[in-house]
């Protein structure tokens, strides 16, 4: 056991692996086919595409992370290891038929794996719900996280319903655009945003040495978030003008969240930030131009031109790999070395010198994959706007070289697990000064 | 016949050397000048630590509160250890040691 309230370290790190294979082979395909991002995003390999940074990268790095943080946060216990590990197979092996079977475009079997998937996803929501069941006190973040469940079973109800109407059109009254964007609204927005947000006001004060300063901040955040989120959804459903204002609520609910996120840092006791923390609070700097383009693109009288595709393109790459996956790279660095660090040097402590965890990846490193993302996703926005290929092309290259770079220092912090250097620490006195 | 080493101290000081080789490793700066450790009784040789923790919910929770454990028990002097955490009062960083506020980027 890792810690008397969470799981063995196995079950989120195969989840962590499975995710960064799916982020490598993502940005392998966006390298290959520039033309995918170049073309509006109604189209079996856009969509395949989509679902393969979704559920096989962002979906799987977060249901493993929470099977580990969310008892250890909550002070409680999972409740149950084994449907963890029965939803990890349900959950490739139905993410890896979706995307192929999107690809192809068989919606028969899109459904079949859809399906799978939607079991595992279903087994990780009552896990998690009778885990949160024990807790012992309620707050925003379990708020936050209960919210966050919902709105999966939302979305899995809602993929589930896609796909059975493209198998059988007569029974959808909603227009297939329609319901694709209301159903990616409640899984990114829903489920993975809803959940940053919950779980930073957790993590955030944690790292840097600080503390919420205003709960009715935090509760306003999410409350308006989950309010928009429930308007937003039937007014995408059914294409209408109403969609702005529910947006509004969405966008203000998120400007309060930045806004409480400003009070905790700069009431911060720990001045200097590691470069994992930098790109977590870089990612939500990227919520500000995302809620602005999501409110443009609510807008309803904007004209549906080959150029508003194109910004809604962008729209989607802001949010996967802009937002979600910036943010959750840089919590990896927390997480992976926290994980191999439980199992290679958690029985050494009080017994023998054990290396921080900073001190388990090169530093070097991960500014340099800090430095080339950041240029590699303004550039992918910009040449998705320009529908350039090459440019496209490039951009996508220089995102696969930051992930180059994480990944060498994945392989170092899981050198480790392998081999633990308990000679390599550093003594406890003087202690080594960290960034 | 040589007569046989005598044990080294048990005392505070003593004490508080030992629970310096345990560190956060999230931090990177040892439980004594965290300023995580609030009481310590020594009777005989069994020793009680009271301690807490930066946050609630920490996830070192057990390996910190094991760790110090077994630091105390590394004492030669030491027969018995128990590690107690304790939230009230909560910790703060003004509770660091200078050393430790140097460690973590406070100072």
Same mark, same amino acid.
């Given at each position: 056991?890792? *810690?008397?309230?969470? %799981?063995?370290?196995?079950?989120?790190?195969?989840?962590?692996?499975?995710?960064?294979?799916?982020?490598?082979?993502?940005?392998?395909?966006? =390298?290959?086919?520039? *033309?995918?991002?170049?073309?509006?995003?109604?189209?079996?390999?856009?969509?395949?595409?989509?679902?393969?940074?979704?559920?096989?990268?962002?979906?799987?790095? #977060?249901?493993?992370?929470?099977?580990?943080?969310?008892? =250890?946060?909550?002070?409680?216990?999972?409740?149950?290891?084994?449907? $963890?590990?029965?939803?990890?197979?349900?959950? =490739?092996?139905?993410?890896?038929?979706? #995307?192929?079977?999107?690809?192809?475009?068989?919606?028969?079997?899109?459904?079949?794996? !859809?399906?799978?998937?939607?079991? !595992?996803?279903?087994?990780?929501?009552?896990?998690?719900?009778?885990?949160?069941?024990?807790?012992?006190?309620? *707050?925003?973040?379990?708020?936050?996280?209960?919210?966050?469940?919902?709105?999966?079973?939302?979305? +899995?109800? $809602? !993929?589930?319903?896609?796909?059975?109407?493209?198998?059988?059109?007569?029974?959808? %009254?909603?227009?297939?655009?329609?319901?694709?964007?209301?159903?990616?609204?409640?899984?990114?927005?829903?489920?993975?945003?809803?959940?940053? =947000?919950?779980?930073?006001?957790?993590?955030?004060?944690?790292?840097?040495?600080?503390?919420?300063?205003?709960?009715?901040?935090?509760?306003?955040?999410?409350?308006?978030?989950?309010?928009?989120?429930?308007?937003?959804?039937?007014?995408?459903? +059914?294409?209408?003008?109403?969609?702005?204002?529910?947006?509004?609520?969405?966008?203000?609910?998120?400007?309060?969240?930045?806004?409480?996120?400003?009070?905790?840092?700069?009431?911060?006791?720990?001045?200097?930030?590691?470069?994992?923390?930098?790109?977590?609070?870089?990612?939500?700097?990227?919520?500000?131009?995302?809620?602005?383009?999501?409110?443009?693109?609510?807008?309803?009288?904007?004209?549906?031109?080959?150029?508003?595709?194109?910004?809604?393109?962008?729209?989607? #790459?802001?949010?996967?790999?802009?937002?979600?996956?910036?943010?959750?790279?840089?919590?990896?660095?927390?997480?992976?070395?926290?994980?191999?660090?439980?199992?290679?040097?958690?029985?050494?402590?009080?017994?023998?010198?054990?290396?921080?965890?900073?001190?388990?990846?090169?530093?070097?490193?991960?500014?340099?994959?800090?430095?080339?993302?950041?240029? !590699?996703?303004?550039?992918?926005?910009?040449?998705?706007?320009?529908?350039?290929?090459?440019?496209?092309?490039?951009?996508?290259?220089? +995102?696969?070289?930051?992930?180059?770079?994480?990944?060498?220092?994945?392989?170092?912090?899981?050198?480790?697990?392998?081999? %633990?250097?308990?000679?390599?620490?550093?003594?406890?006195?003087?202690?080594?000064?960290?960034? | 016949?040589?007569?046989?080493?005598?044990?080294?101290? /048990?005392?505070?000081?003593?004490?508080?050397?030992?629970?310096?080789?345990?560190?956060?490793?999230?931090?990177?700066?040892?439980?004594?000048? /965290?300023?995580?450790?609030?009481?310590?009784?020594?009777?005989?040789? @069994?020793?009680?630590?009271?301690?807490? /923790?930066?946050?609630?919910?920490?996830?070192?929770?057990?390996? /910190? &509160?094991?760790?110090?454990?077994?630091?105390?028990? @590394?004492?030669?002097?030491?027969?018995?250890?128990?590690?107690?955490?304790?939230?009230?009062?909560?910790? @703060?960083?003004?509770?660091?040691?200078?050393?430790?506020?140097?460690? &973590?980027?406070?100072?």
């Amino acid at each position: 056991m890792a *810690d008397a309230h969470a %799981p063995s370290i196995s079950v989120p790190l195969r989840f962590v692996l499975t995710g960064l294979a799916a982020l490598a082979v993502g940005f392998g395909i966006l =390298v290959c086919r520039p *033309d995918l991002l170049a073309t509006y995003h109604y189209g079996p390999n856009v969509i395949a595409l989509a679902h393969l940074f979704i559920l096989g990268w962002l979906a799987s790095l #977060v249901m493993g992370s929470m099977y580990q943080l969310v008892p =250890v946060a909550l002070q409680t216990r999972l409740h149950s290891e084994r449907l $963890a590990k029965l939803h990890y197979l349900c959950h =490739v092996a139905g993410f890896v038929g979706m #995307v192929w079977t999107f690809w192809v475009w068989n919606m028969k079997q899109v459904g079949h794996f !859809g399906s799978l998937l939607a079991f !595992g996803a279903f087994l990780f929501i009552y896990n998690l719900a009778r885990t949160l069941a024990r807790i012992p006190r309620w *707050d925003v973040v379990a708020a936050a996280i209960a919210s966050a469940l919902f709105w999966l079973f939302m979305t +899995l109800c $809602a !993929g589930l319903f896609a796909v059975s109407a493209k198998c059988w059109p007569q029974i959808s %009254p909603f227009a297939p655009i329609s319901l694709m964007h209301a159903h990616a609204h409640l899984g990114i927005l829903g489920f993975f945003i809803t959940l940053l =947000v919950g779980v930073s006001f957790k993590l955030i004060p944690m790292f840097v040495l600080g503390e919420v300063q205003s709960r009715r901040r935090t509760w306003a955040a999410l409350i308006l978030i989950n309010l928009g989120l429930a308007s937003l959804f039937p007014t995408m459903l +059914l294409a209408s003008a109403w969609k702005f204002p529910a947006a509004c609520v969405v966008a203000t609910g998120l400007a309060i969240y930045g806004w409480e996120m400003l009070a905790i840092l700069r009431a911060r006791k720990r001045r200097a930030l590691d470069w994992g923390l930098r790109s977590f609070l870089a990612a939500l700097c990227l919520l500000a131009p995302l809620a602005l383009l999501g409110l443009v693109l609510a807008w309803p009288s904007l004209p549906a031109t080959e150029k508003t595709g194109q910004w809604e393109n962008v729209y989607g #790459v802001l949010a996967i790999l802009g937002v979600l996956t910036f943010a959750i790279m840089g919590m990896l660095y927390k997480i992976i070395p926290f994980l191999v660090w439980y199992a290679a040097y958690s029985r050494h402590v009080g017994r023998a010198k054990v290396p921080a965890l900073a001190e388990m990846y090169s530093p070097r490193l991960q500014i340099a994959g800090f430095a080339t993302y950041l240029p !590699g996703l303004a550039g992918l926005c910009i040449a998705t706007v320009l529908a350039h290929e090459r440019a496209i092309q490039a951009a996508s290259a220089l +995102l696969a070289v930051s992930l180059v770079f994480f990944a060498v220092n994945v392989g170092l912090m899981l050198a480790h697990w392998f081999k %633990p250097r308990l000679a390599l620490a550093a003594g406890p006195n003087p202690m080594p000064a960290r960034l | 016949m040589n007569p046989p080493n005598p044990l080294p101290p /048990l005392d505070e000081a003593a004490v508080l050397e030992v629970l310096r080789q345990v560190m956060d490793p999230e931090i990177g700066c040892n439980l004594v000048d /965290l300023g995580l450790i609030y009481n310590i009784t020594i009777v005989g040789g @069994s020793v009680t630590v009271e301690m807490t /923790l930066t946050t609630q919910g920490c996830p070192m929770h057990e390996s /910190l &509160t094991e760790g110090a454990r077994h630091a105390l028990l @590394s004492h030669p002097a030491v027969t018995d250890a128990e590690v107690r955490v304790v939230w009230d009062p909560p910790w @703060s960083p003004s509770m660091m040691t200078e050393a430790g506020r140097r460690a &973590t980027g406070l100072a």
